[in-house]
């Protein structure tokens, strides 16, 4: 485990956005699965993408590497026996399991650290009804057998990765599909980030209310992997100017804007984005984190910092995430000096103007690193981070290219 101080030095300059993890983890498995050769273009290898490629190498997949480009083709067969290590990556396991079952591939996965305890109960209530044997053996997950019949009936209100899983595993054998959620739909950008990588590798997929169906198979293409909306966010918090994002992405992350909007922050940049403070911030705010889960750290940060009454509403999921988010998050703030009342599915606050030096805990949890981060440049001394190194799941140069800002920092 690293500790890393850092000072209370304000950040300014300019930087490229990183590849998104998201869309990278989709393009990489569409390709995997594809006829013929795909090259994907991805800037900025994080662990969680590393886990992916791995993974799909794993099963037989050809990849090589020529700079950002990723050439990856699927082998004429698939190995009918694997060790699959996904290591951290909620997406990468969820991803892989039904097409696991998809491909018949009998498997032994290894999951690491947090994911260990995550839920995947989703797939084990499903797949026992669609020919697949499945179960858990401390931090293996074991899976044999062929999936059957697919039209599945699954509840949307735990996690969004459950239904890109089996969408991707249709896909990538050319069976039709159909998806009925039982409940609401949660993170459902996600999904829609899903339909359209499927569709840029000739995949349709139709949406109706609560049903999602698809048809056709994967084929290769060259694909040009945009910029993360989710790790901007840290450094458009702290005033820096942020280049290559997609203005018209479909990322759910980019809804933060509308808070940096309603706490007066204004977006100065004509062709990127960099914003400052010019207004004052709203009487009230009320964030809702159902679709948002990822951008809660950094936005409880920036109203920390800048709010007036301030109420994150809708949290229950959070708990799920790389840490009890609901929980890392509180901890941060009131660390901080930000006093946070927590009453069954939504915390609120006040903002205070300046943060405390203080140290704390990560919780092994990329995004509460990062946000914390952020705030010591809004803090009246440096901030201590424990476990800082778990930044490197989706940013793995994070604290260079904070460093390059102004950000000075180092390992205790």
Same mark, same amino acid.
């Given at each position: 485990?690293?500790?890393?101080?850092?000072?209370?030095?304000?950040?300014?300059?300019?930087?490229?956005?990183?590849?998104?993890?998201?869309?990278?983890?989709?393009?990489?498995?569409?390709?995997?699965?594809?006829?013929?050769?795909?090259?994907?273009?991805?800037?900025?290898?994080?662990?969680?993408?590393?886990?992916?490629?791995?993974?799909?190498?794993?099963?037989?997949?050809?990849?090589?590497?020529?700079?950002?480009?990723?050439?990856?083709?699927?082998?004429?067969?698939?190995?009918?026996?694997?060790?699959?290590?996904?290591?951290?990556?909620?997406?990468?396991?969820?991803?892989?399991?039904?097409?696991?079952?998809?491909?018949?591939?009998?498997?032994?996965?290894?999951?690491?650290?947090?994911?260990?305890?995550?839920?995947?109960?989703?797939?084990?209530?499903?797949?026992?009804?669609?020919?697949?044997?499945?179960?858990?053996?401390?931090?293996?997950?074991?899976?044999?057998?062929?999936?059957?019949?697919?039209?599945?009936?699954?509840?949307?209100?735990?996690?969004?990765?459950?239904?890109?899983?089996?969408?991707?595993?249709?896909?990538?054998?050319?069976?039709?599909?159909?998806?009925?959620?039982?409940?609401?739909?949660?993170?459902?950008?996600?999904?829609?980030?899903?339909?359209?990588?499927?569709?840029?590798?000739?995949?349709?997929? /139709?949406?109706?209310? #609560? =049903?999602?169906?698809?048809?056709?198979? +994967? %084929?290769?293409?060259?694909?040009?992997? &945009? *910029?993360?909306?989710?790790?901007?966010?840290?450094?458009?918090?702290?005033?820096?100017?942020?280049?290559?994002?997609?203005?018209?992405?479909?990322?759910?992350?980019?809804?933060?804007?509308?808070?940096?909007?309603? /706490?007066?922050?204004? #977006? =100065?940049?004509?062709?990127?984005?960099? +914003? %400052?403070?010019?207004?004052?911030?709203? &009487? *009230?705010?009320?964030?809702?984190?159902?679709?948002?889960?990822?951008?809660?750290?950094?936005?409880?940060?920036?109203?920390?910092?800048?709010?007036?009454?301030?109420?994150?509403?809708?949290?229950?999921?959070?708990? /799920?995430?790389?840490?009890?988010?609901?929980?890392?998050?509180?901890?941060?703030?009131?660390?901080?000096?930000?006093?946070?009342?927590?009453?069954?599915?939504?915390?609120?606050?006040?903002?205070?103007?300046?943060?405390?030096?203080?140290?704390?805990?990560?919780?092994?949890?990329?995004?509460?690193?990062?946000?914390?981060?952020?705030?010591?440049?809004?803090?009246?001394?440096?901030?201590?981070?424990?476990?800082?190194?778990?930044?490197?799941?989706?940013?793995?140069?994070?604290?260079?290219?904070?460093?390059?800002?102004?950000?000075?920092?180092?390992?205790?």
């Amino acid at each position: 485990m690293i500790n890393r101080l850092i000072e209370n030095k304000k950040l300014d300059g300019k930087i490229s956005g990183i590849t998104s993890k998201s869309y990278a983890h989709r393009a990489i498995f569409c390709a995997a699965l594809a006829r013929g050769e795909s090259i994907l273009e991805i800037d900025n290898l994080s662990k969680d993408i590393e886990a992916s490629l791995n993974v799909v190498e794993s099963l037989g997949v050809k990849i090589s590497r020529e700079g950002s480009k990723i050439h990856i083709e699927a082998p004429q067969e698939f190995n009918k026996k694997s060790l699959i290590d996904v290591g951290e990556s909620g997406s990468t396991l969820r991803f892989i399991l039904p097409i696991l079952g998809a491909l018949g591939i009998e498997a032994e996965v290894i999951r690491r650290g947090s994911l260990v305890t995550r839920t995947n109960s989703v797939y084990f209530d499903l797949f026992p009804n669609h020919g697949v044997y499945i179960t858990e053996e401390g931090e293996k997950i074991l899976i044999r057998g062929k999936l059957t019949n697919y039209n599945f009936e699954l509840p949307g209100n735990i996690s969004s990765q459950f239904v890109t899983g089996l969408l991707l595993a249709a896909g990538g054998i050319g069976q039709d599909c159909t998806i009925k959620l039982t409940t609401e739909t949660e993170s459902k950008p996600y999904i829609d980030m899903t339909i359209d990588v499927m569709d840029k590798f000739g995949v349709k997929v /139709l949406e109706d209310k #609560n =049903i999602y169906s698809s048809k056709g198979r +994967f %084929i290769g293409q060259d694909y040009i992997v &945009e *910029k993360d909306w989710s790790n901007a966010l840290f450094f458009l918090a702290s005033g820096v100017e942020v280049i290559g994002l997609n203005k018209l992405s479909i990322q759910g992350d980019k809804e933060a804007l509308r808070y940096f909007n309603e /706490l007066g922050l204004e #977006n =100065i940049s004509e062709n990127s984005y960099k +914003f %400052i403070k010019r207004n004052d911030a709203k &009487e *009230k705010i009320i964030i809702d984190a159902k679709n948002i889960p990822d951008t809660i750290p950094i936005l409880s940060v920036l109203c920390g910092l800048y709010g007036k009454e301030i109420e994150v509403i809708n949290i229950e999921r959070l708990k /799920l995430k790389e840490s009890d988010r609901v929980e890392s998050t509180i901890e941060m703030l009131e660390r901080l000096g930000v006093k946070v009342s927590l009453k069954g599915d939504s915390f609120s606050f006040r903002g205070v103007g300046k943060f405390n030096s203080c140290k704390i805990n990560s919780f092994n949890d990329h995004r509460i690193a990062m946000s914390a981060s952020i705030a010591a440049g809004f803090a009246k001394g440096p901030i201590e981070i424990v476990d800082s190194e778990c930044v490197e799941k989706s940013y793995r140069e994070f604290y260079k290219d904070l460093a390059s800002l102004g950000g000075e920092n180092y390992v205790l």
